[in-house]
């Protein structure tokens, strides 16, 4: 499938913008915000499927005050860092969906269980024991979600060898297995779109396949979690599913739109940039580089050539960010005839590949509404990476 972002992407999709802010900038407008997480809200209501976003997409604790206000029921994070610090901003339900493992987790882990209703994850015997010995030490129980790996071979056991690790963490004193969990993170590679949709109802079909095998085996198990933006659409109507747990969906980016799940209108993200450079006609260069945009390219490769470069520059058909170094973002022309109009001191706006490492790179995001700043948030701080 050929995916075209130009005519998606006009001026009309250029957020209006304060004067006087510095660049680069993460800009967040609040409406398109609060209509992505009211539509997964509202698909996961409709399915009956628990909605645990997953917080590590942005870091920000009034964002995940934000989804619970509009129809989360907990939330997701990769870190303990990460679940300490939006528990101390209020979160009451979270899960730790990242294998924690030894004796220095495992204390943190009790300790957070004092204060919010927690869920932690393992794809181990030898991570879920250290995890069970803490929290029998204190004479408590945790909850915990098996890792299964649905095809991304990250990390995750085999479907294969889930039923036996099941039942030897679920001997384990100190936790109490109540489901199984994965990152459905292959879809990524989907060709087009209906290969989109038949990797991610295999995920969903593979996931309860395994949960059924358990629980023929004997053991009881209430939730079947899969976690990713880009079947989130898809899995959530899928039977045996129970909960679904995506990040990006509640701002888009490029990858998402070069999926086929978002446009331009619907992404609620733009990094504000500066043209600071125009050596020649074809090329200049925009304050926002590789610590603004990152690395990272499109998920898929079938979409590669249609969407190449580091982020989409907002109504500059024909201008590509070719190419990134640390605090540079180097644009080249690539359309017909001659160059269109780009001046130095000219601001402009990206819509970033990957939604995630902008946020953690950048550290703060600038909330509008209206064209009007509304307040100016900080990722959590130093440690959340721990």
Excluded at 88 to 93: E, K
């Amino acid at each position: 499938m050929t995916v075209d972002v130009h005519p998606q992407s006009s001026p009309l999709d250029t957020f209006v913008v304060p004067p006087g802010l510095e660049t680069p900038n993460l800009l967040l407008d609040l409406d398109i915000l609060e209509r992505n997480l009211d539509e997964m809200a509202g698909l996961c209501q409709r399915h009956r499927v628990s909605l645990r976003p997953h917080a590590k997409t942005h870091r920000v604790a009034r964002i995940a005050q934000l989804q619970l206000e509009h129809g989360a029921d907990g939330i997701c994070v990769a870190k303990l860092g990460e679940a300490e610090a939006l528990v101390a901003a209020g979160v009451s339900r979270m899960t730790v969906a990242y294998p924690l493992v030894g004796a220095d987790k495992a204390r943190r882990a009790v300790a957070l269980a004092q204060r919010c209703e927690l869920t932690v994850a393992a794809d181990s015997v030898i991570g879920a024991r250290s995890l069970g010995e803490a929290f029998a030490a204190e004479g408590r129980l945790v909850d915990l979600l098996l890792i299964v790996d649905s095809g991304l071979g990250r990390c995750g056991v085999a479907p294969s060898d889930a039923v036996r690790v099941a039942w030897d963490v679920a001997e384990l004193p100190g936790v109490r297995l109540t489901g199984v969990m994965t990152h459905e993170g292959s879809v990524y590679a989907a060709a087009d779109q209906s290969d989109l949709v038949a990797r991610s109802k295999a995920a969903a079909a593979s996931m309860v396949s395994v949960a059924e095998a358990i629980r023929s085996a004997g053991l009881t198990l209430s939730t079947v979690s899969l976690g990713s933006s880009a079947s989130a659409r898809t899995v959530v109507a899928e039977p045996g599913v129970t909960e679904i747990r995506p990040g990006i969906y509640a701002f888009n980016d490029l990858g998402q739109i070069a999926l086929g799940n978002a446009t331009a209108a619907t992404c609620a993200v733009r990094v504000l940039s500066t043209v600071v450079s125009r050596p020649e006609p074809h090329r200049a260069c925009i304050d926002a580089g590789s610590k603004s945009l990152s690395q990272d390219r499109l998920p898929a490769s079938a979409y590669v050539d249609e969407l190449s470069g580091y982020g989409h520059l907002v109504g500059l058909p024909g201008w590509r960010i070719e190419r990134l170094s640390e605090e540079h973002g180097w644009l080249r022309w690539v359309g017909a005839g001659d160059p269109t109009p780009l001046t130095i001191g000219q601001r402009v706006q990206v819509i970033p590949n990957h939604v995630c490492t902008v946020f953690s790179s950048l550290n703060e995001v600038t909330a509008l509404r209206g064209g009007e700043i509304e307040a100016i948030w900080s990722t959590i701080g130093p440690g959340a990476s721990r």
